[in-house]
Structures are given as structure tokens and as C-alpha cells.
């Protein structure tokens, strides 16, 4: 089993940046990919970015050139750099797991809010 604890979340004025931390722990030695969905309220979950352990990532298209994920592999920690915040941007983000064997874990959720 993976625990993976969120940070970094909170209140920031558009056009502000933040940096959401992920910490994996437990059977950590199994993941292969890390990274961020989020979700608005009445909106569906959305991929964010993935970051995979070879060093490959993917952005969701509409966020490419503003937020960068980033992986400390030996940490087994994904971090996402949020840039240029905008209104749109607030929801909440979770961090996720891919595991050898098809399994999925998934963080709390930590709220980003985006107002001034």
C-alpha cells in the first residue's frame, strides 16, 4: 500500500504562483509514475501532469508553459510548480500513484484557491 501526503496548497492572488509537494510512503518502491489531477467544483477530475520515473512527463495541453512537475525519485516526491495562477485554475489538486500491477493511489486533495 502507497500513502501519499499532499502540501503546498492555500490562497493566492491571480497571477501568483505556488508549489504543491507530494510524499509517498509505504510501498513506494513500486511506483512508476507520479503526478496531479484536479478537480473544480461541478467539473470532472482532470490530469494536471504526469511525471514518469524514466524522467518523461506529460501536461494537460491547456497548461503547458505554466505549470512544471517535477520528481525527486529518491524521495519518492513529486512536486507541481504552478505559475501565472489564474481564477480557472482554483480546485482541488490530488496527487497520484501508478504501481506494477495496475494499482492507483491517490492523496487527500489540497485546495488552491485563486482570488484576490
Known amino acids: 500500500q502507497v500513502r501519499l501526503v499532499e502540501s503546498g496548497g492555500g490562497l493566492v492572488q491571480p497571477g501568483g504562483s505556488l508549489r504543491l509537494s507530494c510524499a509517498a510512503s509505504?510501498?513506494?518502491?513500486?511506483?512508476?509514475?507520479m503526478g496531479w489531477y484536479r478537480q473544480a467544483p461541478g467539473k470532472q477530475r482532470e490530469l494536471v501532469a504526469t511525471a514518469i520515473n524514466d524522467g518523461r512527463t506529460n501536461y494537460a495541453d491547456s497548461l503547458k508553459g505554466r505549470f512544471t512537475i517535477s520528481r525527486a525519485n529518491a524521495k519518492n516526491t513529486v512536486y507541481l510548480q504552478m505559475n501565472s495562477l489564474k481564477p480557472e485554475d482554483m480546485a482541488v489538486y490530488y496527487c497520484?500513484?501508478?504501481?506494477?500491477?495496475?494499482?492507483?493511489?491517490w492523496g487527500q486533495g489540497t485546495q488552491v484557491t485563486v482570488s484576490s
Open positions: 497520484y500513484a501508478n504501481s506494477r500491477g495496475g494499482i492507483v493511489n
Open positions: 509505504g510501498s513506494s518502491f513500486s511506483i512508476y509514475a
